[in-house]
């Protein structure tokens, strides 16, 4: 098409710099005729695309007037910009060529017609090659790919999201798409908030944990266990105490589980249940032992995050079954052993995602409200009934019948998750819905429904079946034990440091030796697996030096050392840690 004078190149360009955008481009729908039909001049003798209604998208307003704005003033070098419909290229253009190489600029466009129209008039091979250009398709498995991608321009840059104003003429998807995208980063932001600060404890309460998970058993005789039956997730929001009492009346022969926390409170209704998960790693979780019933829980199983603190662990009065989960030890080395569970950001969409597994005809959720109405958050028992929470992290929200309601970012972020789960989960999803936030995906049903179409019945013999393979958990596996690495990572990292402080000493000439050896460093770092996620922060903090910075002055060295420091300290606490024998094979 002599309109689309870069169309092919550009299109061949995706065929080898990014093959899963290509794939994604080459199975859509493509209206040729729209494309040859579109495309004008219009009164400002600017290129335009004619839309449904014949008008131009750029004839009440030009690009200049818009685009002059996309301004990335801050830290433009390390940061990283979304934008979410390309028209036929101004925006992105602008973006591309005026900001430096090492800025990421990501384009999602939900028309195939229009992208392809982008793709014909500007010559986007450079920036393809470069790495400096991508484009994302329409799908959310692949955004979420590409944005946990942009780790380095979140700590040392920032993430910029673009709203194309004229292509929101064409219509609504791009304003839906651009909400889903800001949803996902704000889950991205809280996720790179937690790993940040707290990455050191979760994996440092695994390294704690080791030899009493190898001797606690496996999750494994789970997976497949459930089928036959439902089983109820038991959450502690406030119409926990509406419906616990009568379910309590009437369990029939339905699986209850609620997490280690919500015990308390499910006791309060009469229900007992039978496991309980727990993955919250930080130490205050042993408050809850303040409420708890030692005696009433000795037979309850706590199958329990590997990242749960080990005071908190070992206070528990009942059997402990381990779960390895995502972002720690598990993540890459144990993942031929061991089921490896992404928990989530809550303890609720855990048990949503392990039930699933673990192969349940259905789901019934009571208490998970994510919302309240007044002031009381959780039911009586749960420690955080009664609490009090800081105004900025509120949220409102309505209720099925318009009723206002109160609610939190994360509990907003988490109901945001699971209905995400909901959507691409086997098992079908019952809410018995007690009047706060309406859980999309789930049926909302009432104790009639309930009862009426036996959502608490199981087939003959799969409560026993279910309850032989929690017994079967306590039986010890075969972890592989790994050799340690300190005293090959200490020499190879003192030779490095040597060789960088006599760079150091002449810095201003040796900027590309510098920079060269800093990057042998970061990759040295990265290629261990099970030694990665507890490394995470240092990885991070090498990155800042090797691929955030351009030019190299003496303060750098020191934090260079204190770096290094770090990471050989943290990798002899992993060689003690995980207790290698001489009686085994290392891995």
Not at 168 to 190: C, D, M
Not at 264 to 272: H, S
Not at 559 to 586: C, E, F, P, W
């Amino acid at each position: 098409m002599s309109a689309y004078p870069f169309l092919k190149d550009n299109i061949e360009a995706l065929a080898t710099y990014n093959p899963p955008f290509y794939s994604w481009l080459s199975s859509q729908d493509i209206d040729e005729e729209k494309l040859k039909e579109s495309l004008f001049k219009n009164k400002w003798d600017i290129l335009d695309w004619k839309m449904e209604n014949g008008s131009g998208m750029f004839e009440s307003v030009t690009p200049n007037m818009i685009y002059n704005s996309w301004q990335a003033k801050d830290k433009p070098e390390t940061s990283a910009t979304i934008i979410v419909g390309c028209n036929v290229g101004y925006g992105v253009n602008q973006v591309l060529m005026n900001t430096p190489d090492t800025h990421k600029v990501i384009v999602s466009e939900p028309n195939p017609e229009m992208l392809l129209a982008c793709l014909g008039q500007t010559d986007y091979r450079p920036f393809m090659k470069a790495g400096k250009l991508h484009f994302c398709p329409v799908d959310e498995n692949s955004l979420m790919n590409i944005i946990k991608e942009l780790d380095l321009q979140f700590v040392y840059g920032k993430i910029y999201l673009r709203l194309d104003i004229p292509s929101q003429q064409i219509g609504p998807e791009y304003a839906r798409w651009s909400a889903t995208i800001r949803n996902k980063l704000e889950s991205f932001t809280v996720e790179m908030t937690t790993l940040r600060l707290k990455q050191d404890v979760m994996v440092g309460n695994e390294l704690d944990n080791f030899s009493r998970i190898l001797g606690d058993g496996s999750i494994a005789p789970l997976k497949g266990a459930g089928r036959g039956m439902g089983a109820v997730i038991l959450g502690a929001g406030p119409s926990l105490a509406q419906f616990g009492p009568e379910l309590a009346k009437n369990p029939g022969q339905a699986v209850f589980t609620t997490s280690l926390q919500g015990l308390p409170a499910v006791q309060k209704t009469g229900i007992k249940p039978h496991f309980c998960i727990g993955i919250d790693y930080n130490a205050s979780m042993s408050r809850v032992y303040g409420q708890l019933d030692h005696e009433w829980a000795k037979d309850i199983p706590l199958i329990y995050s590997t990242k749960l603190d080990h005071e908190v662990l070992a206070a528990y009065p009942g059997p402990t079954i381990p779960m390895w989960t995502v972002g720690g030890l598990g993540t890459f080395a144990l993942n031929n052993h061991e089921e490896v569970f992404d928990a989530g950001s809550n303890v609720s969409i855990t048990l949503a995602r392990f039930l699933d597994w673990c192969g349940f005809n259905h789901v019934l959720m009571v208490g998970q409200d994510f919302a309240w109405k007044g002031q009381v958050s959780h039911a009586s028992g749960h420690q955080n009934s009664g609490a009090q929470y800081n105004p900025a992290m509120l949220v409102e929200l309505e209720n099925a019948d318009g009723e206002k309601l109160t609610s939190t970012i994360q509990y907003i972020t988490s109901k945001r998750e699971m209905e995400d789960d909901i959507k691409k989960l086997r098992v079908p999803f019952y809410n018995l819905y007690g009047g706060c936030a309406v859980i999309e995906g789930t049926r909302n049903v009432d104790m009639n429904a309930v009862n009426m179409e036996g959502l608490l019945s199981a087939v003959p013999g799969s409560m026993e079946h279910f309850k032989t393979a929690i017994n079967m958990t306590a039986t010890p596996r075969n972890i592989p034990v790994f050799e340690p690495r300190s005293p090959r990572w200490t020499a190879s990292l003192n030779h490095v440091t040597k060789r960088m402080e006599k760079l150091f000493r002449k810095h201003g000439k040796n900027q590309e030796e510098i920079h060269k050896a800093l990057h042998e460093v970061y990759f040295f770092i990265r290629q261990d697996l099970l030694y990665l996620p507890y490394l995470y922060n240092e990885i991070l903090d090498m990155a800042g030096l090797a691929r955030a910075k351009s030019h190299y002055v003496p303060k750098d060295l020191p934090h260079y050392k204190r770096i290094i420091k770090k990471i050989l300290t943290k990798v002899r606490h992993m060689d003690r840690a995980m207790n290698v024998s001489g009686n085994r094979k290392a891995a």
